[in-house]
């Protein structure tokens, strides 16, 4: 049996799905992070029903759990109370269907600065910046056109872009997702 | 009765004038923005200024095929090229970090008179239109259009992206009369976007419904909100459109030092009111054909008959509208704009 609760970002004239949807993710961002540090991992996923279309990322977020109590235990109603103009919440469902689909959700970050790859090679191995700069002389830098999701990290106040890559899926029995809920190799119920 | 209304069509189109012209009857100022504490919000505030933000980016567009083909014979052009810093500088807006609440300010103007084109060509048309609009005033004494106007000052919609995540929102509306000051405080989360039924509005709608209606000549509001966002948070003032490239990519709106919202956007946000459109999901601004940009739609196309001018031409001729479609017409009128009908 899987639970999930949906999120449906209402779009308001003048404020976009996007804009919306960013500020959810940051919302849930945080709830997950609290969620692992409380059992170790995390062990909510979250898909995007409407992923792909034109508008990409769409409005709508799930996040699913084979255990109703963890959705339970992240009180999104309170944690999402601050946008309750723009978001709708449905209350906890489940579903269970032998012809499931599954899909993974995976964060995407695709080597896109040089010069950022040369200043933490630098730092990590602590070697001289020319020398780095000589080892990525070829380096090509890669681009995405995948969807994203744009956010606002909380430890160093930057904005960044949250690339998300979808694939179907099998699914499988360990249910562990990263603090954004995504996974490579962890698929979520797809309908 | 066929031809009766054949008759009544061919009247309108004779009787539409070429030149008509309505002035705006809700005038809002441009609103500033400061920064302040929620605590003691109501004291001392800092303006906001906008800051400047260079950041490095990095040659993501497709190079020229021209240069592709240089590159293949001489390859250490390319390093050259991507080493290029690609150099971006944006303005930025947010709050400092000992504050945590955005406060904005702004006043409006409710003016009367709107059965009185500013500029109109045809005497026939004019007579008509002031029995229609005098009609509706006195059917609705223009009740329904302020209590809208009015829950859009009350929940902070002019707030626009500042008010998305905020912790608590309060909104402070004073009617300035000479000595006189009446003033409400309103809690805008409670208000909510949704629906335009609170009873906690009902004051500050009959001051407004009293001028637009004529019973007085206008008044004047001062609008101030409090917007919790919490210390350090990005905020949104108005975006300037560039029209000439210079090496800023994003260019902010400030007025006199101070970031700010444009009055255009503030007057979007109050006639943000248009629920009588077909499947209405949630209001739309005012506008001719209900165009709503961020969406690329249009709720009242000319094709199914709902959009202004249509409604218009039958409304400024005396035809009767039902009512819904009348409030819509007013709230066009409220808004203002050029509706003559060209001669060609």
Partial sequence: MHYYVEITCLPDEGVSTAFIMGKVMDVLHLALVNLQQRLGRNPVGISFPEYGGAAQMGGKIRLFSQDQAHLESLNLPQQLQRLADYVHLRGISSIERPTLAFATFQRVQPKSSRERLIRRQAKRTGRADAVVRAQYQTFDEVRTDLPFVHMHSHSSTQSFRLFIEKRTAQPVGEWVFSTYGLSGCVGVPDF | ?344
């Fill in chain 2, 1 to 344: 009765m066929a031809k009766e209304v054949k008759a009544t069509a061919k009247k309108a189109k004779s009787a539409m004038p070429s030149v008509l012209a309505f002035e705006k009857k809700l005038v809002p100022s441009d609103a500033q923005m400061f920064a302040v504490n929620w605590a003691e919000r109501h004291g001392k505030a800092q303006g906001l200024a906008l800051q400047l933000k260079s950041v490095r980016g990095t040659i993501s567009n497709r190079l020229p095929v021209a240069l592709l083909v240089a590159l293949e014979k001489d390859p250490a052009k390319l390093n050259a090229e991507v080493e290029k810093p690609n150099l971006q500088t944006v303005d930025h807006c947010a709050l400092p970090s000992d504050c945590d609440t955005l406060k904005v300010r702004f006043t409006l103007k409710v003016l009367s008179g709107v059965a009185v084109p500013s500029a109109c060509n045809n005497q026939e048309f004019n007579d008509s239109y002031r029995e229609a609009v005098e009609g509706y005033i006195g059917k609705t004494s223009f009740t329904e259009l302020a209590k809208r106007y009015a829950t859009n000052l009350a929940n902070a919609r002019f707030l626009w992206r500042n008010r998305v995540g905020a912790e608590s929102i309060e909104v402070v509306v004073t009617h300035l009369e000479g000595e006189k000051q009446t003033q409400w405080t309103f809690d805008a989360k409670a208000i909510g976007l949704h629906d335009f039924d609170n009873p906690a509005v009902a004051a500050l709608a009959q001051v407004m419904a009293d001028s637009l209606s004529g019973k007085r000549e206008f008044a004047l509001l001062e609008v101030v909100a409090y917007s919790r966002l919490g210390q350090g948070q990005e905020v949104y003032p108005s975006e300037e459109l560039v029209t000439v490239k210079e090496n800023k990519s994003k260019v902010l709106y400030e007025t006199g030092g101070i970031a700010a919202l444009h009055s255009q956007k503030v007057g979007n946000a109050l006639r943000t009111i248009d629920t009588w459109y077909d499947d209405a999901a949630r209001p739309i601004a005012v506008e001719a054909y209900g165009a709503v940009t961020n969406l690329g739609m249009a709720y009242r196309k000319p094709t199914e008959k709902k959009d202004f001018y249509t409604l218009f031409d039958r409304f400024g001729v005396g035809e009767r509208l039902s009512d819904t479609e009348e409030h819509y017409v007013m709230a066009m009128l409220v808004r203002g704009g050029v509706f003559g009908q060209s001669s060609k």
